[in-house]
């Protein structure tokens, strides 16, 4: 990514054949300049092995001892790997939780019991036993002998020799022509090393080196690809952001009359919140600047309303405005209350989405590019190519953190710079938005409905089925409707099909014959989703069991009950979520976790921090303090381009200092600033409508 134009192919190295070129193909490396990008996931400092009695639950550190044994150890549907070392003075045991056969046959060929083995890791204690979590593994004799040595990722096929002999070769050969696209006052400003210097680096530390931190990936080094990457980043975003200030915008000339007729009709009045909130997008939309506002507001905390309410802003003033979600279930829902809504206010609304037939789909392409004013619902189908919108004012995307960065940017280039509301639960703290979502103002909306009784959380385990059904049966005795969710069990998604599925049949000629049970997946016809919704919304079922289809937005004030299957395998964000769909009316509602016995000390955690906290910003603190390898922030989820280096989480200071830079390069402009952008094109490949930078 950082490197010139002429690739130099991968056979030219010694010892790389046209098969082991295809294995470095998987790590990321086409040529010998990609090659010195793969940088070592860890490091072991061989001079200083650690005596196991010594270690401490927590810490990562670097033991060396002798292989006692190695087996599997199986559960219902999984199992762990383990392998007892002993270094004379203790035993500690390694374990895996999560390995394939690869992996497993790597260990059984390069481990067997009396063998030597050097292995980094975290440590931990399990059951009151010193356990090392998915430890680096090496044999003495691997690398270069003793000091710091890296330990590269690897892939199937390939060795810890094979990979460090083509990474030293391509060092000789390209690493010198590496261009640093930072400038050097600003280098020097931030302390950081020079490109060249951090690449050799990083493949060789130098005696002395602290290897703790690069282990946590914190060295000066690392640091310096890290910040590179984020610079180009938010480079792009700030780039982005100045072009569509620069484009002149309209203002929404309306009177609010519409608002004004459907607050009446609604059964309650707004909340503080949603009035403040509304009132932030109001002057934005009034103003002749394109609005970049991102929402933010907690599950549950009423954001579809305050989107209905701009959107009829915008027809009222005699445009077009669309909502795109992330799925056709909620698209379906938002759609079935707006077009309602739209309907007593006699304005036009429509729905589009990907499974729609040809002919209802032609219908409402004809409404949308006729240029009438109207208030759309779409998936993404409403990004594709051939969609125009004539009149369009105003673009509402939901659950933001479900699309990239590029899709949200897509839908704004439909229409004459329209403008751009973008909603999320995902409960970033405030600091932290600024900084990643670079390009958007941000609203809070910080207040719930009234009346909303916090979700209670219990956890269940596989012991606990009667109770479970007692549970059920006792919440649908009132009326309430309850969802059953399970995860994706085996990674795939046929598999999650048949778990829900299965279920459902169960549960509905064994365990509840008497009751009326629905089953969803992402999977069935779009019309069979919808009737299914609408006969659990309106009662026809008393349960629902489903996929995580029904993870965000869904809004079934009568469901009082949810229940995670698998609980352990979904990340605290999720949860989050799942357990939002329940507790939107006045009643009291309840979240049953199911989980086996045997989870994971992390999952275990996650699971203790649902039943302890329900505010989805005291959650997302949890996280930040976790970080645990579960990644529930989802932070591909939450729209960003895929980092290589940098974490939007652990590296917020430098994110805000990439941010700094960045305004700071792009006011001053001059030749600095214009060789930059040209990286920053690179970075985004295209996907960002940029200025022309020549
Ligand atoms: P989210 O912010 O998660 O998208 P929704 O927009 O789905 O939340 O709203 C959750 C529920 O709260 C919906 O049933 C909605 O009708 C209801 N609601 C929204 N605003 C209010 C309000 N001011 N008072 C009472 N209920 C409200
Ligand atoms: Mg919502």
């Known amino acids: 990514m950082e490197t010139g134009s002429g690739k130099t192919p991968l056979l030219t190295l010694k010892g790389v054949g046209d098969k082991v070129s295809k294995k470095f193909a998987n790590l990321g490396a086409g040529s010998v300049e990609d090659l010195p ?374 839908l704004r280039k439909k229409g004459e710079s329209p403008h751009f509301l973008v909603m999320t639960a995902t409960p970033i703290p405030r600091s932290l938005t600024m900084v990643l979502y670079g390009d958007l103002d941000v609203s809070t909306l910080d207040e719930m409905p009234p009346g909303r009784k916090p979700v209670q959380t219990i956890i269940f385990n596989e012991s606990d089925r009667a109770r479970l059904h007692l549970a059920i049966a006792r919440e649908v005795k009132d009326s309430n409707r309850v969802f059953i969710v399970y995860p994706l069990v085996e990674e795939t998604e046929k598999s999650e099909l048949s778990a829900a599925s299965e279920m459902a049949d169960r549960y509905r000629k064994e365990i509840f014959p008497n009751l009326k049970i629905g089953l969803l997946t992402g999977r069935m016809p779009a019309n069979e989703k919808e009737r299914v919704m609408n006969d659990f919304r309106n009662g026809r079922y008393q349960v629902l069991v489903a996929t995580t289809v029904i993870e965000v937005g869904v809004d079934v004030p009568d469901a009082t009950l949810m229940v995670v299957e698998h609980a352990d395998r979904f990340g605290l964000f999720q949860l989050h979520q799942l357990r939002g769909r329940v507790g939107r009316g006045t009643r009291p509602s309840r979240c049953i976790l199911v989980a086996t016995e045997s989870v994971t000390p992390e999952a275990k955690e996650r699971l203790a921090v649902m039943t302890r906290l329900t505010s989805g910003f005291e959650i997302a603190q949890e996280d930040l303090k976790m970080r645990g390898p579960g990644d529930f922030f989802g932070v591909r989820q939450a729209g960003f381009p895929d980092f290589r280096y940098a974490h939007p989480i652990r590296d917020r200071s430098l994110f805000a200092s990439a941010r700094d830079t960045g305004e700071r390069l792009l006011d001053k402009g001059g030749n600095e600033a214009q060789n930059l952008l040209k990286s920053v094109e690179e970075f985004w490949s295209g996907k960002l409508e940029l200025p022309s930078s020549g």
Request: proline share 6%; aromatic share 6%.
């Open 37 to 410: 990008f793969i940088i070592p996931r860890a490091y072991q400092d061989r001079s200083h092995p650690q005596p196991i009695p010594t270690l401490v639950p927590g810490a990562t550190y670097t033991v060396r001892g002798q292989v006692m044994s190695l087996y599997e150890k199986r559960y219902q549907r999984r199992g762990t790997l383990e392998i007892m070392v002993s270094d004379g003075k203790g035993v500690l045991l390694l374990k895996w939780f999560r390995y394939n056969r690869w992996l497993k046959k790597n260990l059984e060929d390069n481990f067997p019991a009396g063998s030597e083995v050097i292995a980094t890791g975290r440590v931990d204690t399990f059951a009151g036993q010193l356990q090392m979590y998915h430890p680096e593994m090496a044999n003495p004799g691997d690398g270069e002998g003793q000091g710091i040595v890296p330990i590269y990722p690897l892939t199937e096929g390939l060795t810890q020799r094979a990979v460090k002999r083509a990474v030293e070769q391509s060092l000789d050969m390209v690493v010198d022509h590496f261009q640093e696209f930072i400038p050097r006052n600003v280098l020097d400003e931030l302390s950081l090393p020079d490109l060249v210097t951090s690449i050799r680096s990083l493949h060789n530390p130098p005696a002395g080196t602290d290897v703790e931190a690069l282990n946590r990936g914190d060295s000066p080094w690392h640091r310096r690809l890290k910040f590179g990457e984020l610079l180009l980043f938010q480079l792009g975003l700030l780039q982005h952001r100045r072009s569509v200030r620069q484009v002149p915008g309209f203002s929404v000339e309306s009177e609010g009359e519409l608002e004004n007729k459907l607050r009446d009709s609604l059964p309650f009045t707004l909340t503080g919140g949603q009035d403040q909130v509304l009132k932030e997008i109001r002057d934005d939309l009034s103003r002749g600047v394109p609005m970049q506002r991102l929402l933010q507001g907690d599950v549950g905390s009423g954001k579809t309303l305050v989107a209905f309410i701009c959107m009829l802003h915008a027809v009222e003033s005699g445009r077009q405005a669309a909502l795109m979600v992330p799925t056709e279930v909620l698209a379906e829902q938002h759609f079935s209350n707006m077009s309602q809504w739209a309907e007593e206010l006699g304005i036009a609304s429509v729905l589009l989405t990907g499974s729609m037939g040809s002919k209802e789909k032609k219908k409402a392409l004809d409404i949308i590019t006729s240029g009438r004013p109207v208030a759309v619902v779409g998936t993404h189908a409403l990004i594709q190519e051939g969609v125009d919108f004539p009149s369009l004012a105003l673009v509402v995307v939901d659950e933001q953190h479900r699309f990239g960065v590029v899709q949200r940017l897509a």
